[in-house]
């Protein structure tokens, strides 16, 4: 069946600092694939998504691109904040049967330091 | 626009017991999914709903149902609760039209121990 692997973390970053969370996945068919953002104590909310391969993805300087070729969308950010501290999780939705199931990676907790 | 809202928010319930969950969507979505999450399972699709229907349905036990009436808002219901059923249950609504490729709006969530 459908999976998404990402890197557990913690992650621990100084402000300022480069972010790289990575992701892969495994997927029949043609996924779209997400990044989610869950802040402590909050449902989750979307940041960023792509639909088809070579798409990026790009939200309040977050990007990630759609990687058919290594069944990837690692989600990157050139300069954290503290307030970018929260629960990241990679998430694909198979286009099989007109579904709207999401398929999570386990997060991935970040916390940014001043 | 209003957001997905979940009722309660938090729960308290004993083993055995049952329990309702609420779930009221974006105005105009017709797509209804609940996700359950707990620290070592994750987040873990349950089923959807989509003008009345379920659509999808994921490897829960028999305890675990839901439904969707006309007017989109959903529910879902688990029967004689385990200890193991202490999670944070997140719904997620959206227009349900587009195979996968949507947003999907979450709610904050219902929180519930079973002890």
């Known amino acids: 069946g459908d999976s998404v692997t990402q890197m557990e973390g913690p992650v621990t970053l100084s402000e300022e600092a480069f972010l790289t969370i990575n992701c892969t996945y495994t997927?029949?068919?043609?996924?779209?694939l997400f990044w989610y953002v869950q802040y402590p104590g909050e449902g989750l909310q979307l940041l960023l998504k792509a639909t088809k391969a070579d798409d990026k993805g790009s939200n309040k300087g977050f990007e990630a691109t759609y990687r058919k070729e290594t069944t990837s969308f690692h989600l990157e950010k050139g300069s954290v904040q503290v307030s970018d501290s929260a629960v990241y999780f990679c998430a694909l939705s198979d286009d099989q049967g007109g579904s709207e199931k999401l398929v999570f990676g386990k997060g991935t907790k970040l916390t940014v330091n001043p | 626009k209003a957001g997905v809202t979940q009722t309660p928010r938090y729960l308290i319930k004993t083993r055995g017991q049952q329990v309702t969950l609420s779930c009221s969507p974006i105005?105009?979505?017709?797509?209804v999914s609940w996700y359950q999450q707990t620290p070592g399972q994750g987040l873990q699709f349950l089923f959807e709903?989509?003008?009345?229907?379920?659509?999808n349905k994921g490897n829960f036990p028999g305890r675990f149902s839901g439904r969707q009436f006309s007017n989109s808002r959903s529910e879902m219901n688990v029967s004689t609760l385990e200890l193991g059923d202490s999670a944070l249950y997140l719904c997620a609504s959206s227009l349900g039209l587009a195979g996968g490729k949507e947003t999907q709006y979450f709610g904050p969530g219902t929180r519930l121990l079973v002890l």
């Open positions: 709903y989509f003008s009345e229907t379920q659509r």
């Open positions: 105005s105009g979505h017709r797509s």
């Open positions: 997927a029949t068919g043609y996924p779209s």
